[in-house]
């Protein structure tokens, strides 16, 4: 057992407490350098979380200051909001075809890269660079302008607007997504990196094709860094809202087909002025996600492997 | 003292910190008091045409009001509408704003704009139309002014229609007889006849008073079933599916702006719109449009109705309501301002100018004043103004109306989903 073993670098507890100023001052410097974050977890988080919790018992519709309704909010949501339904379906169809889309093409791509000779860091770079930009709008925007009517796709390919075809235009916002693998690239490059080549020399001597060499070294000495990447998208993924604004123009259309669960949102909070209603969507929105991630922490155990469990 | 630095620089730390929090927080009316000068801020939403004409007469405004900085900014009507809610929730409301029939009674009862009668001494009402000037009255208080009274017209290409053999729309034609000319349009040319009015609850208001009911009672609750809306909804998926109108990939598009329309982007030959918008056709129309009646009921009941179009409001909290006053009372009243915004907003409210300026309307302006003189006392009085959700029940309008056009509900599941939603909306 090495890895339950913290490095003992603090000295014995008698001869700090000479030399050392009492407990109290050291902390409280601590707390000064860390006010300024301290500060705006509190303020620009909590605080608005506190706020957030409190509305979603409320009517509040930003003209008029909020009454109680107790759990109306969350009844209105459940029994009789059927564009709700709608958005959860957008939501999850999105989560289950851009995640994995996205993974797979990351680890394709770190693959490649892996054994790249020459020119690895810039078309390390190169790959990340859409990770960058794929969060703004401008990019969203560009996307909009490729898929629409009379766009690059629809004049290569005769296809229409798929910005304007139910079904089509869930695909586009996905492939926006799936584009910026950048970030789950770079982890999977890191990862692969740290695989010790002599499992691969060994399994070579063994007579083990490329193909059998994936499957049996590579993906589960890097099962950690895939499921690290799988929970990390699929959080993002769930709270996907510029795109999807971008592309349907603020809709989330045609039809409520990419109408996300962010998206309606805020379209609850600011078009429609139900800031009380938004409050608790978001709230369920939290505690969803909050179940996703347990659930795949607990699935976790049976096949993400741990090099360092090996040894027991 | 190696301590003594830490501690110094511990200080210096927190002081910058609080300096980065408090410059987040300077005054705002710092910014509204450049130079001397009292600086408002007027938004209005509407497209370039528009934004040029008001932009020169707050030049004028400028000019004649040495002291005074108008800043302006406009978007389109679904944009705006977001933005200034968030504003006005924010308590940073611009000065002078243009307000739509269906946000007063949210805007005035959540306290965000001023009782305009407290500023009587420089805005001047004497001269408005007393029942256009009502409307804008929220539990006796005038909190905001109309600039003009509009009215729902079928803009069509004028080329299109004649080619198609179709006669000029006389008032009082019937639903029955627009859906002919839109099957009509449609054969001969290949083209759909007009935008799917299906998603409009403008021009489902207008059915629907055609029928003698209204859209919303005077208890503010729903004035149609379930029934009304889907039958309303049947009768233009049948076009749709026919080809008549426009498919659900143009529908869908609609955002307010002429642009978007399929008539603006050259894709059907007519649209169901408000009057004064109607003039951002003369650029993508080289043709030449025409403005007609909306059809009535199949006995002859007009549908349509003279709705003041936009108002100006007053921010309850701006810091120069006396000046923010000035402004509207100059948009208002001002000859020379109405010579130079025409019939941009609509008909002027203020009868004096109205009558000077008929003369010297122009162009489109003066297609709009003759357009209304057609209609002009056969029309029946507008409703009272919607309820707050009104402004929400719009966009869910369109996007119900969506699940139809795009084939995933049938007119009557759609129609119960909108009536599901306007009961919750309307309660709260």
């Not at chain 2, 080619?163 to 859906?179: D, F, K, M, Y």
């Not at chain 2, 003279?306 to 701006?318: E, H, L, Q, T, Y």
């Amino acid at each position: 057992m090495t890895t339950a073993q913290m490095p003992k670098a603090a000295p014995a507890p008698e001869a700090a407490a000479v030399r050392k100023p009492p407990r109290r001052r050291r902390e409280g410097a601590a707390w000064v350098f860390l006010s300024p974050w301290v500060l705006g977890a509190c303020v620009l988080t909590l605080l608005p979380m506190a706020v957030s919790l409190y509305l979603s018992f409320t009517d509040y519709d930003l003209f008029n200051s909020p009454n109680w309704v107790g759990l109306r909010n969350y009844t209105q949501m459940f029994t009789e909001d059927p564009r709700y339904w709608r958005s959860v379906v957008a939501t999850l169809t999105y989560v289950v075809i851009a995640v994995p889309l996205q993974l797979a093409l990351a680890l394709i791509v770190a693959l490649a890269l892996k054994n790249m000779k020459r020119g690895k860091g810039f078309y390390r770079s190169a790959f990340y660079a859409p990770s960058l930009l794929g969060a703004s709008m401008s990019i969203a925007l560009v996307w909009r302008a490729i898929f629409n009517d009379g766009g690059t796709i629809d004049n290569l390919f005769g296809t229409g607007g798929w910005v304007f075809k139910p079904g089509w235009a869930l695909l586009a916002v996905a492939l926006l997504t799936v584009w910026q693998f950048g970030a789950p690239m770079v982890i999977f490059l890191a990862g692969l990196q740290q695989i010790p080549g002599e499992l691969y020399e060994a399994a070579e001597v063994d007579g083990a094709g490329r193909w059998r060499q994936f499957l049996s070294i590579t993906v589960p000495m890097l099962s950690p860094v895939i499921f690290f990447n799988l929970v990390l998208q699929t959080i993002q993924a769930f709270q996907v809202f510029t795109p999807a604004f971008a592309i349907s123009a603020g809709k989330g259309g045609p039809a409520d087909s990419t109408l996300f669960y962010t998206l309606y949102l805020y379209d609850r909070g600011f078009v429609a002025s139900h800031m009380g209603y938004a409050s608790a969507m978001a709230w369920v929105l939290l505690i969803v996600i909050g179940v996703v991630t347990a659930v795949l922490f607990r699935t976790s155990r049976s096949w993400v492997f741990y090099a360092s469990e090996g040894d027991r | 003292m190696p301590g003594n630095r830490t501690r110094k620089s511990c200080t210096t730390a927190v002081v910058l910190a609080l300096c980065a929090v408090l410059a987040g927080c300077s005054d705002t009316d710092e910014s509204s008091r450049a130079g001397g000068e009292v600086v408002l801020r007027y938004t209005w939403w509407g497209n370039p045409d528009r934004a040029a004409k008001t932009q020169a007469a707050v030049d004028l405004f400028e000019e004649r009001n040495p002291g005074i900085d108008v800043q302006t900014s406009f978007t389109g009507y679904e944009a705006y509408k977001q933005k200034l809610a968030t504003q006005a929730a924010g308590g940073d409301a611009p000065d002078v704003m243009q307000l739509d029939y269906r946000m007063i009674d949210q805007y005035a009862t959540g306290g965000v704009l001023l009782d305009l009668s407290e500023q009587q001494q420089v805005l001047k009402t004497s001269e408005l139309e007393p029942g256009l000037l009502a409307t804008g009255k929220v539990d006796g208080k005038q909190y905001a002014v109309p600039q003009g009274r509009g009215t729902e017209t079928m803009v069509y290409d004028t080329e299109q229609w004649k080619a198609a053999g179709l006669e000029q729309p006389r008032v009082g034609w019937t639903w029955s007889e627009w859906a002919d000319a839109m099957r009509t349009v449609a054969e001969r040319t290949g083209e759909p006849g007009g935008t799917d009015p299906g998603q409009s609850e403008d021009a489902f208001e207008v059915w629907l008073r055609g029928q003698g009911r209204t859209l919303y009672t005077a208890d503010r609750q729903l004035g149609f079933t379930a029934d009304d809306l889907t039958r309303w909804w049947t009768f233009t998926d049948e076009l749709r599916r026919e080809g008549a109108v426009s498919p659900a990939e143009q529908t869908t598009q609609l955002d307010g702006s002429v642009e978007n329309t399929p008539l603006g982007r050259g894709k059907a030959a007519s649209d169901v719109n408000w009057d004064a918008p109607a003039s951002g056709y003369l650029a993508l129309v080289p043709t030449g449009i025409s403005l007609a009646p909306m059809p009535a009921g199949e006995d002859g009941t007009p549908g349509q109705y003279f709705k003041p179009s936009m108002f100006m409001g007053v921010a309850a909290d701006s810091g120069h309501p006396e000046e923010s006053a000035k402004l509207v009372d100059f948009m208002l009243n001002d000859k020379d301002a109405a010579k130079i915004l025409g019939a941009t907003r609509g008909i002027p409210v203020n009868e004096s100018i109205r009558e000077d300026i008929a003369a010297d309307l122009k162009d489109f302006d003066k297609t709009i004043y003759d357009y209304q003189a057609t209609v002009e006392g056969k029309l029946d009085a507008p409703p009272q103004a919607p309820p707050s959700g009104d402004t929400a029940l719009q966009t869910t309008f369109m996007r119900d109306y969506d699940q139809v056009s795009y084939e995933r509900m049938s007119p009557r599941e759609a129609a119960e989903n909108y009536i599901t939603e306007a009961k919750a909306e309307l309660r709260s």
